[in-house]
């Protein structure tokens, strides 16, 4: 498929609506940052753009978040590990080729139980020396990993949700008029 103008714009905003959204759903954690991050990586042709847009979508909510007292929106070095796996998860999105259920299915599922692992293992070593919530343990750190299992189901389900939102109607877009198909 050829990407025009049109399809870009379409895809911004559904990116910047689902960080918005991020705001306004809080505290319920219904989250759009891991779908959104696929969905930019296998959209957006120009990859700098597509690791660009996310981000900046993120960082957007950050602020909301700081701005208007919502909730901490900078909560210390370990927000930059989140950042950067989801500049990683946009990247890996750019390798999605055929958009289809099993391909966003199995992206949706590696990402988030990757962003699970990741995040809660740089939470431990990053951030809970300062905050002391586990101790620097084994025993721990599994306790700070079965601490993030509600958020990896809740990220499952939100990320499921939000990627059906935008590659639906990325697809149906595709077979309408805002995409052409290449000669």
Do not use: H
Not at 2 to 28: E, G, H, T
């Amino acid at each position: 498929m050829k990407q025009n103008n049109k399809v870009i714009a379409v895809a911004i905003i559904m990116i910047v609506a689902a960080a918005l959204s991020r705001v306004v759903l809080y505290p319920v954690s219904f989250s759009p940052l891991i779908a959104m991050s696929i969905f930019g990586g296998a959209v957006i042709s120009d990859k700098r753009f597509s690791l660009l847009i996310p981000i900046a979508a993120i960082f957007l909510s950050d602020v909301l978040f700081e701005v208007c007292n919502i909730a901490p929106g900078f909560y210390g070095w370990s927000q930059l590990v989140n950042y950067a796996l989801l500049i990683g998860i946009t990247y890996c999105g750019s390798y999605l080729q055929k958009i289809n259920i099993t391909t966003v299915v199995s992206y949706v599922l590696g990402s988030c139980v990757g962003f699970y692992l990741l995040s809660n293992t740089a939470n431990f070593f990053i951030s809970n020396p300062v905050y002391k919530m586990y101790p620097q343990t084994v025993a721990g750190y599994v306790e700070n990993m079965i601490a993030g299992l509600p958020f990896l189901k809740t990220s499952l389900f939100a990320t499921a949700c939000y990627a059906a939102v935008f590659f639906g109607a990325y697809v149906l877009m595709a077979k309408t008029t805002l995409v052409k198909k290449a000669a």
